[in-house]
Protein backbone atom coordinates (compact mmCIF):
# COMPACT_ATOMS: atom_id res chain seq x y z
CA UNK A 1 0.00 0.00 0.00
CA UNK A 2 2.74 2.29 0.53
CA UNK A 3 4.74 1.70 -2.69
CA UNK A 4 1.49 2.28 -4.30
CA UNK A 5 1.13 5.67 -2.11
CA UNK A 6 4.68 6.67 -3.20
CA UNK A 7 3.83 6.24 -6.84
CA UNK A 8 0.24 8.18 -6.78
CA UNK A 9 1.54 10.85 -4.98
CA UNK A 10 4.45 11.11 -7.88
CA UNK A 11 6.86 10.28 -5.24
CA UNK A 12 8.48 6.84 -6.65
CA UNK A 13 11.02 7.76 -9.81
CA UNK A 14 10.50 3.89 -11.08
CA UNK A 15 14.26 4.15 -11.83
CA UNK A 16 15.03 1.39 -9.29
CA UNK A 17 15.87 -1.02 -12.35
CA UNK A 18 16.64 0.80 -15.46
CA UNK A 19 14.67 -0.84 -17.61
CA UNK A 20 14.36 1.81 -20.34
CA UNK A 21 11.41 2.45 -22.35
CA UNK A 22 9.47 -0.31 -20.89
CA UNK A 23 9.46 2.02 -17.70
CA UNK A 24 6.28 4.39 -17.13
CA UNK A 25 8.35 7.02 -16.01
CA UNK A 26 9.48 7.93 -19.26
CA UNK A 27 5.47 9.47 -19.68
CA UNK A 28 4.84 12.09 -18.01
CA UNK A 29 2.41 11.83 -14.96
CA UNK A 30 -0.22 13.29 -16.20
CA UNK A 31 -0.41 10.66 -19.34
CA UNK A 32 0.02 7.71 -16.83
CA UNK A 33 -2.17 8.99 -14.58
CA UNK A 34 -5.06 9.08 -17.71
CA UNK A 35 -3.98 6.03 -19.16
CA UNK A 36 -4.41 4.57 -15.97
CA UNK A 37 -8.06 5.80 -15.33
CA UNK A 38 -9.37 5.10 -19.28
CA UNK A 39 -7.78 1.50 -18.70
CA UNK A 40 -9.24 0.66 -15.29
CA UNK A 41 -12.97 2.10 -16.10
CA UNK A 42 -13.18 0.45 -19.46
CA UNK A 43 -11.82 -2.71 -17.19
CA UNK A 44 -14.69 -2.00 -15.14
CA UNK A 45 -17.03 -1.25 -17.58
CA UNK A 46 -16.52 -4.22 -19.88
CA UNK A 47 -17.00 -6.81 -17.01
CA UNK A 48 -19.85 -5.02 -15.52
CA UNK A 49 -21.37 -5.27 -18.78
CA UNK A 50 -20.23 -8.91 -19.15
CA UNK A 51 -22.71 -10.04 -16.07
CA UNK A 52 -25.00 -8.13 -17.72
CA UNK A 53 -25.02 -9.92 -21.01
CA UNK A 54 -24.79 -12.78 -19.32
CA UNK A 55 -27.95 -13.92 -18.78
CA UNK A 56 -29.03 -13.06 -22.55
CA UNK A 57 -30.13 -16.40 -24.44
CA UNK A 58 -28.34 -17.97 -27.24
CA UNK A 59 -25.05 -15.89 -26.83
CA UNK A 60 -24.80 -15.03 -23.42
CA UNK A 61 -21.81 -17.21 -21.83
CA UNK A 62 -19.62 -17.06 -24.45
CA UNK A 63 -19.81 -12.78 -24.60
CA UNK A 64 -19.44 -12.85 -21.06
CA UNK A 65 -16.46 -14.98 -20.70
CA UNK A 66 -14.90 -12.94 -23.41
CA UNK A 67 -15.72 -9.37 -22.18
CA UNK A 68 -15.18 -10.99 -18.65
CA UNK A 69 -11.67 -11.84 -19.46
CA UNK A 70 -10.72 -8.55 -21.23
CA UNK A 71 -12.40 -6.67 -18.16
CA UNK A 72 -9.99 -8.23 -15.84
CA UNK A 73 -7.19 -7.75 -18.69
CA UNK A 74 -7.51 -4.01 -18.71
CA UNK A 75 -8.14 -3.53 -15.25
CA UNK A 76 -4.56 -5.25 -14.55
CA UNK A 77 -2.89 -3.47 -17.43
CA UNK A 78 -4.03 -0.19 -15.99
CA UNK A 79 -1.64 -0.33 -13.24
CA UNK A 80 1.34 -0.60 -15.97
CA UNK A 81 0.83 3.10 -16.42
CA UNK A 82 1.83 3.85 -12.78
CA UNK A 83 4.70 1.53 -12.79
CA UNK A 84 5.57 0.24 -15.54
CA UNK A 85 5.33 -2.85 -17.21
CA UNK A 86 8.49 -4.58 -16.12
CA UNK A 87 8.05 -3.56 -12.56
CA UNK A 88 4.40 -5.22 -12.91
CA UNK A 89 5.24 -8.37 -14.04
CA UNK A 90 8.30 -8.29 -11.68
CA UNK A 91 5.61 -7.26 -8.69
CA UNK A 92 3.22 -10.03 -10.34
CA UNK A 93 5.75 -13.02 -10.11
CA UNK A 94 7.03 -11.95 -6.79
CA UNK A 95 7.16 -14.49 -4.33
CA UNK A 96 3.76 -13.59 -2.39
CA UNK A 97 1.80 -13.15 -5.51
CA UNK A 98 2.84 -15.98 -7.98
CA UNK A 99 0.11 -18.00 -6.73
CA UNK A 100 -2.30 -15.59 -7.24
CA UNK A 101 -1.10 -14.90 -10.72
CA UNK A 102 -0.75 -18.05 -12.01
CA UNK A 103 -4.65 -18.88 -10.33
CA UNK A 104 -5.65 -15.68 -12.13
CA UNK A 105 -4.41 -16.62 -15.60
CA UNK A 106 -5.55 -20.29 -15.07
CA UNK A 107 -8.87 -19.22 -14.67
CA UNK A 108 -9.12 -16.86 -17.58
CA UNK A 109 -8.27 -19.33 -19.51
CA UNK A 110 -10.90 -21.86 -17.90
CA UNK A 111 -13.55 -19.20 -18.01
CA UNK A 112 -13.63 -18.80 -22.01
CA UNK A 113 -12.89 -22.80 -22.05
CA UNK A 114 -15.95 -23.33 -19.93
CA UNK A 115 -17.87 -20.35 -22.25
CA UNK A 116 -16.66 -21.76 -25.42
CA UNK A 117 -16.05 -25.32 -25.44
CA UNK A 118 -17.67 -26.83 -22.12
CA UNK A 119 -20.87 -24.52 -22.38
CA UNK A 120 -21.15 -24.90 -18.68
CA UNK A 121 -22.74 -21.46 -16.91
CA UNK A 122 -22.09 -22.51 -13.74
CA UNK A 123 -18.48 -23.21 -14.22
CA UNK A 124 -17.61 -19.69 -16.25
CA UNK A 125 -19.14 -18.01 -13.27
CA UNK A 126 -16.96 -20.39 -10.76
CA UNK A 127 -13.92 -19.47 -12.77
CA UNK A 128 -15.03 -15.72 -12.56
CA UNK A 129 -15.06 -15.16 -8.87
CA UNK A 130 -11.64 -17.33 -8.40
CA UNK A 131 -10.64 -14.69 -10.78
CA UNK A 132 -12.50 -11.94 -8.84
CA UNK A 133 -10.47 -13.16 -5.80
CA UNK A 134 -7.06 -13.79 -7.57
CA UNK A 135 -7.12 -10.43 -8.83
CA UNK A 136 -8.04 -9.06 -5.06
CA UNK A 137 -6.27 -11.37 -3.14
CA UNK A 138 -3.61 -9.07 -1.23
CA UNK A 139 -7.04 -6.54 -0.25
CA UNK A 140 -8.80 -10.52 0.42
CA UNK A 141 -5.78 -10.99 2.90
CA UNK A 142 -5.76 -7.94 4.76
CA UNK A 143 -9.37 -8.47 5.11
CA UNK A 144 -9.17 -11.81 6.57
CA UNK A 145 -6.43 -11.03 8.79
CA UNK A 146 -8.10 -7.71 10.15
CA UNK A 147 -11.58 -10.03 11.01
CA UNK A 148 -9.35 -12.47 12.74
Known amino acids: MDKLKSVL ?30 CFILGAF ?6 CLLWIPGFGLPVFAVLYSFGNICALGST ?21 TIIMLTCL ?4 CAAFWWKNKGLALLFCILQFLAFTWDAVIKL ?5
Open 9 to 38: SGQDDGSADGSGILEASTLAWGTRMKGFII
Open 80 to 100: MFLMGPVRQLKNMCAKERAIA
Open 144 to 148: FSLCM
Open 46 to 51: LSILAT
Open 109 to 112: VLTL
